[in-house]
């Protein structure tokens, strides 16, 4: 669930803010690394689903022929912003389609997770097997499972700059097989005359990594897990896209 008040409404801007702790360019680096062990070259075509405003790929421009897609149209306007020659375009993993295939795909930052029930993930698997060609890469970060989410965890992060200050804050809760995320936030804007609180929430399913692997290997990836992933402590689903027989 998203709030068209909250971080991917009007306050989309805050998005990049607070995840300012984020080493994109080394992520980047990462995953050119990964893109170019499974035989993407340089100059090729990959797409990256879920994008939201683009900040994973755009250290990326300049090697690939980007495109993108997100829901959010708030999140496409800063990502049209930051990569002008870009082609984004809205769209929701189980109903975006390409004119061609390209080369590669990428969902990363956990995006998967807003593909449930089961029925809607496996939508979007085949969405994701008909936009690459045969022999072409799949790159997924998963979100956390069950066995690794922690209910009742505290998190609390912030951005601070001379005009604006930010907080965000949750308590991690599990219902069922949903991680649930209600982040509560207070901005503090030169100009703005009052502090501002407003919240947004996240409802993102604890797929198994099993469970994601199937999926996709079912909708014609060959898949495998990779340990060493774009982030400290997160893992990655790569596969390749295969006849199915």
């Known amino acids: 669930m998203m709030n068209s008040e909250g971080m991917y ?8 803010l607070i995840y300012d702790w984020k080493d994109r360019h080394a992520e980047a680096a990462r995953l050119t690394e990964l893109l170019t062990q499974e035989g993407v070259v340089e100059g090729a075509s990959l797409l990256d689903a879920a994008c939201g405003t683009g900040a994973a790929i755009e250290p990326l421009q300049n090697r690939y022929h980007l495109t993108g897609f997100d829901l959010n149209p708030h999140m496409l ?3 049209r912003r930051r990569m002008p020659d870009v082609c ?5 993993m189980t109903d975006f389609s390409l004119e061609q295939p390209v080369d590669a795909i990428v969902c990363l930052f956990s995006s998967i997770a807003y593909m449930y029930p089961q029925a809607r993930l496996r939508t979007a698997a085949e969405n ?11 790159i997924v970060e998963p979100w956390l499972t ?3 989410f922690m209910p009742g965890e505290l998190i609390l992060q912030t951005y601070e700059s001379e005009t604006l200050k ?4 949750v308590i991690r809760r599990k219902e069922e ?6 982040f509560h936030w207070l901005a503090l804007e030169k100009g703005m005359g009052d502090v501002e609180y407003f919240s947004d929430e996240h409802r993102m399913w604890l797929w198994s990594t099993q469970t994601l692997l199937e999926t996709f290997e079912a909708v014609g990836f060959q898949c495998r897990l990779e340990s060493n992933g774009l982030s400290l402590g997160r893992i990655l689903i790569v596969g390749h896209r295969r006849l199915v027989t």
């Open 88 to 92: 984004f375009f809205e769209a929701d």
């Open 166 to 169: 930010l907080c965000r804050s």
């Open 9 to 16: 409404g009007r306050r989309a801007r805050y998005y990049d």
């Open 128 to 138: 994701c097997a008909r936009a690459v060609r045969l022999g072409g890469v799949l």
């Open 177 to 182: 097989h949903l991680a649930i995320l209600k």
């Open 77 to 79: 306007e800063i990502a």
């Open 146 to 148: 069950e066995e690794t």
